[in-house]
């Protein structure tokens, strides 16, 4: 199988190159020329395979190009033990038609490690087959769980450098903690004086920018990317949407063959993209529901086609979806035009010059075929993690908590009664003193780790241990930060170029 470009579809690489590169030329982003099918009977063999093994059956279908050995050692290495959870993405029921499927039993808490664990994998042996004893510089830029469960993943990994840029006021306090103290010898980390948005065209601008890729070639390094833009983030998430369908057979909830719906936290687009190859590739799914907070740019785009990131940016209680330019919709935009990268470089041009784009009727037509969507501000995060919270045991985080209530709008509203199935993407311990202030009212101003405590005694839930091993860790990245024109200079000087 092979890659083009979202932005040219001269383009024509394998799953190994696409990976390494990261982001193609132009900044279009990789996308499969075709979407292999998954049939009945395979999605009925997958019930009673382990979720390592179906990993192993859907990333064979995208990475033609690597062997069963190496399949079998990047996945086995980044699902085997490294996960809380034995089913690694565990579906929990809630009522007759909501279940809940946890992402966040990662070594770092959020849904990110789903595929941060197994990129480094990929991608290293990807280099070994393309970029000829090259270091890998990985560049991120994060609205907070990304930069951890990179760092976490890349981490003393042979042959590879990781730079994590953060907004400096952009970040939960345990977010920030989990990366200014992050261990290991080739990781670095700094604030940015800007938002999320800042940060990505920052990296975005380092991506495409010649005479730093001609620096960095002379020193023998190449730049690649964790952001979800990279094939090698987009496709491991594919995965868990076949292993939440397997596993509610597996449960009673549904038969095979019946339709579910994915409601999924959105940000940057790539967790419910996943959810839209998987359908494209057979799983039977109704509606992909994309729920935002109050940067509600999605929202409006589904509703009315009109994509416009010129608006008051909102720094919310669920900070890893505050984001006004979704990336990833890019690669939706691409297939939904009949694979036209002339169409899809036509709207990005418009969105960088002008902040905003609009879709032709008939793609707006497919998109309300696909998508529902809805947006929750604070309040009523707040008011969902509480109810859910008394009325089914169940604690969640502030990113799932928006998910849950447009959800429970969308159910009023339709009375769509087909199963579904809510992405949890991150552990409530996360975002503490949201979740402490939602269930049990104001919380002063605690220390994050007392706080920590505080939501346990309340509520019963068990502290992950990779949050309770962070106590009483030193800052080693805590003086780092810049400005969001000098994101290129603090790469070089981390790298030790001039
Ligand atoms: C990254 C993130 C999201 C958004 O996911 P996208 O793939 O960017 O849409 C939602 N919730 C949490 C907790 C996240 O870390």
Same mark, same amino acid.
């Given at each position: ?5 979202? /932005?040219?579809? @001269?383009?024509? &690489?394998s ?7 990261g982001? @193609?030329?132009?900044? %279009? ?15 009925? *063999? ?25 399949l ?5 290495g ?9 089913? &690694? ?8 038609? =909501?279940?809940?499927?946890?992402l ?13 664990q197994?990129?480094p ?6 280099a070994?087959?393309?970029?000829? %004893?090259?270091?890998?510089?990985i560049?991120?830029?994060t ?7 990179a ?5 003393d ?10 907004? *400096?006021?952009?970040? @939960?306090? =345990?977010?920030?903690?989990? =990366?200014?103290t992050?261990?290991?010898?080739? &990781?670095? &980390? ?17 991506f ?6 001609e620096? !960095? ?15 090698? /983030?987009l ?8 292993s ?16 579910v ?8 687009f790539?967790?419910? !993209?996943?959810?839209?190859y998987?359908?494209l ?29 010129? /608006? ?6 669920s ?11 890019e ?9 036209d990268?002339?169409k ?5 041009? @418009?969105l960088s ?10 793609t ?15 309040e009523?995060?707040n008011?969902?993690?509480?109810n ?10 502030t ?11 969308y ?17 409530p ?21 007392? =706080? ?14 990779p ?8 800052? /080693?990245? *805590?003086?780092?930060?810049?400005g ?11 790298l030790?170029?001039?």
């Open positions: 199988m092979n890659y083009t470009s979202t /932005r040219d579809n @001269s383009i024509s &690489v799953s190994a190159q696409a990976i390494t590169m982001l @193609s030329k132009n900044g %279009g982003l990789f996308i499969p020329t075709e979407i292999p099918e998954v049939t009945m009977d395979e999605i009925k *063999d997958m019930i009673g395979m382990s979720y390592i093994e179906r990993a192993k059956k859907v990333l064979s279908l995208y990475l033609t190009d690597f062997t069963e050995d190496e079998n050692y990047c996945v086995n980044a699902y085997n033990g490294t996960f809380a959870s034995k089913s &690694v993405a565990p579906v929990v029921n809630i009522d007759e038609t =909501m279940n809940i499927l946890e966040w039993h990662g070594p770092t808490c959020a849904f990110k490690d789903m595929a941060l197994l990129l994998y990929l991608l290293t042996v990807s070994k087959k393309t970029s000829d %004893g090259k270091t890998i510089v560049l991120v830029a609205s907070g769980d990304t930069g951890k469960a760092l976490e993943g890349f981490k990994v042979e042959n590879t450098k990781i730079i994590v840029f953060y907004p *400096d006021d952009g970040v @939960s306090p =345990m977010q920030k903690f989990q =990366m200014i992050q261990e290991g010898q080739n &990781v670095n &980390v700094s604030a940015i004086k800007g938002n999320f948005d800042d940060a990505q065209n920052g990296v975005k601008k380092i495409g920018d010649a005479a730093m890729a620096k !960095l070639a002379e020193a023998n390094m190449m730049f690649s990317s964790a952001n979800s833009i990279n094939w090698g /983030r496709v491991p998430q594919i995965v868990y949407y076949f939440a369908y397997c596993d509610l057979i597996k449960q009673g909830r549904i038969e095979l063959g019946e339709k719906n994915f409601v999924v936290p959105t940000g940057n790539g967790n419910i !993209l996943a959810a839209y998987a359908k590739m057979g799983l039977p799914v109704n509606k992909l529901i994309c729920a935002s907070n109050k940067n509600k740019v999605l929202t409006d785009f589904i509703t009315n086609g009109i994509y416009n990131r010129n /608006r008051e940016f909102f720094t919310t209680n900070p890893s979806m505050d984001i006004l330019i979704s990336s990833n919709l690669r939706l935009l691409y297939h939904l035009q009949g694979n990268s002339d899809t470089s036509a709207l990005m041009k @418009s010059e002008t902040g905003t784009y609009t879709v032709d009727a008939d707006l037509a497919k998109i309300k075929e696909l998508f529902e969507c809805g947006f929750c501000d604070d009523g995060t008011a969902t993690i509480k859910v919270f008394n009325s089914n045991k169940y604690l969640c985080d990113h799932t908590a928006v998910a849950i209530s447009v959800y429970e709008n159910r009023k509203a339709t009375g769509d009664k087909t199963p579904t199935v809510i992405d949890s993407t991150a552990s311990y996360k975002f503490c003193a949201s979740v402490l202030d939602a269930v049990k009212g104001d919380c002063g101003d605690a220390d994050e780790f007392t =706080m920590v405590d505080e939501l346990s005694a309340y509520t019963g839930a068990a502290i992950p241990s949050i309770a091993n962070l106590k009483g860790k030193t800052p /080693r990245f *805590d003086k780092n930060i810049c969001k024109d000098e994101m290129a200079g603090t790469v070089l000087s981390m030790g170029i001039k």
